[in-house]
Nanobody, 114 residues
Framework: QVQLVESGGGLVQPGGSLRLSCAAS????????MAWYRQAPGKQREPVAS???????YFAGSVKGRFTISRDNAKNTLYLQMNSLKPEDTAVYYC????????WGQGTQVTVSS
C-alpha cells in the first residue's frame, strides 16, 4: 500500500523559508512525475509545483521564483523549498503524483504570519 507522509511545515514570518519533505513508501517515486499541492481554508486543492521523471519542473505563477521542487530517488523523497513566504502561502501542503494517483496523505500545515 502506498503511503505519502508530508513533513516540515510550521509557523513562519513573512519573508521566511521552509523546506517540506514527502517520504513515500510502497512504491518508488522515481517512476512518477510528482507534485506538491496546497489547500487553503475555504479553497480547493491546487497544484503548486511538479517535477517529472527526468527532472523537468513546473511552478504555478504565484510561487514561481520563490519555490523550488526536487526529488531524491535514492531516499524515495520529494522536497519543496519555499523562500520569501507570503501570508497567501498559508495552506495545508500535500504531495502526490502529477495525476494524483495515490491516496492523499495528512499534509503538513504551513502558516505564514507575523
Amino acid at each position: 500500500q502506498v503511503q505519502l507522509v508530508e513533513s516540515g511545515g510550521g509557523l513562519v514570518q513573512p519573508g521566511g523559508s521552509l523546506r517540506l519533505s514527502c517520504a513515500a513508501s510502497g512504491t518508488l517515486i522515481s517512476a512518477y512525475g510528482m507534485a506538491w499541492y496546497r489547500q487553503a481554508p475555504g479553497k480547493q486543492r491546487e497544484p503548486v509545483a511538479s517535477i517529472n521523471t527526468i527532472g523537468g519542473t513546473y511552478f504555478a505563477g504565484s510561487v514561481k521564483g520563490r519555490f523550488t521542487i526536487s526529488r531524491d530517488n535514492a531516499k524515495n523523497t520529494l522536497y519543496l523549498q519555499m523562500n520569501s513566504l507570503k501570508p497567501e502561502d498559508t495552506a495545508v501542503y500535500y504531495c502526490n503524483t502529477i495525476s494524483a494517483s495515490f491516496y492523499w496523505g495528512q499534509g503538513t500545515q504551513v502558516t505564514v504570519s507575523s
